[in-house]
């Protein structure tokens, strides 16, 4: 299978090369998840299992191809932050109140609208990636 439109010459992955037929919205997409992956305070770990964990709920091909989510969580915290994010992935109308309550149990104010970002974030690639049906490999 192909993507649906061709890749552009501006960008390095196949992911910006789409993105690069429009490269003030590659510029600032790209700014964006540097912000999210430079300079936040959530470990990267926690970051790359929420991300696999979207990659199938959102059935991104390249997005998948990078890694499957781990079935043990080690820590209590990943384990939370995969939960939420397969709850916002499978069944959004699941996270409430209570939900956000157990987040705060593990994070503060500021990292839970980290962690909300970064979702929001890699949701919103891995649809573009599936909608353009962007593949693995070079």
Same mark, same amino acid.
């Given at each position: 299978?192909?993507?649906?439109?061709? %890749?552009?010459?501006?960008?390095?992955?196949?992911?910006?090369?789409? %993105?690069?037929?429009?490269?003030?919205?590659?510029?600032?997409?790209?700014?964006?998840?540097?912000? %999210?992956?430079?300079?936040?305070?959530?470990?990267?770990?926690?970051?790359?299992?929420?991300?696999?964990? %979207?990659?199938?709920?959102?059935?991104?091909?390249?997005?998948?191809?990078?890694?499957?989510?781990?079935?043990?969580?080690?820590?209590?915290?990943?384990?939370?932050?995969?939960?939420?994010?397969?709850?916002?992935?499978?069944?959004?109308?699941?996270?409430?109140?209570?939900?956000?309550?157990?987040?705060?149990?593990?994070?503060?104010?500021?990292?839970?609208?980290?962690?909300?970002?970064?979702?929001?974030?890699?949701?919103?690639?891995?649809?573009?990636?599936?909608?353009?049906?962007?593949?693995?490999?070079?």
């Amino acid at each position: 299978m192909m993507e649906r439109i061709s %890749l552009s010459d501006v960008g390095e992955t196949k992911f910006q090369k789409l %993105l690069g037929h429009r490269p003030d919205i590659l510029q600032s997409w790209s700014a964006l998840e540097s912000t %999210l992956y430079e300079k936040g305070t959530l470990s990267e770990e926690l970051k790359e299992q929420v991300r696999r964990t %979207l990659a199938f709920g959102n059935e991104c091909p390249y997005c998948m191809a990078k890694g499957k989510p781990n079935n043990v969580q080690k820590v209590e915290e990943v384990s939370t932050a995969v939960t939420f994010a397969h709850l916002f992935v499978h069944n959004r109308s699941a996270i409430d109140d209570r939900m956000f309550d157990v987040l705060k149990q593990y994070w503060s104010e500021a990292e839970i609208v980290e962690l909300c970002a970064y979702i929001c974030f890699i949701t919103a690639s891995q649809q573009l990636g599936y909608l353009f049906q962007l593949q693995p490999g070079e």
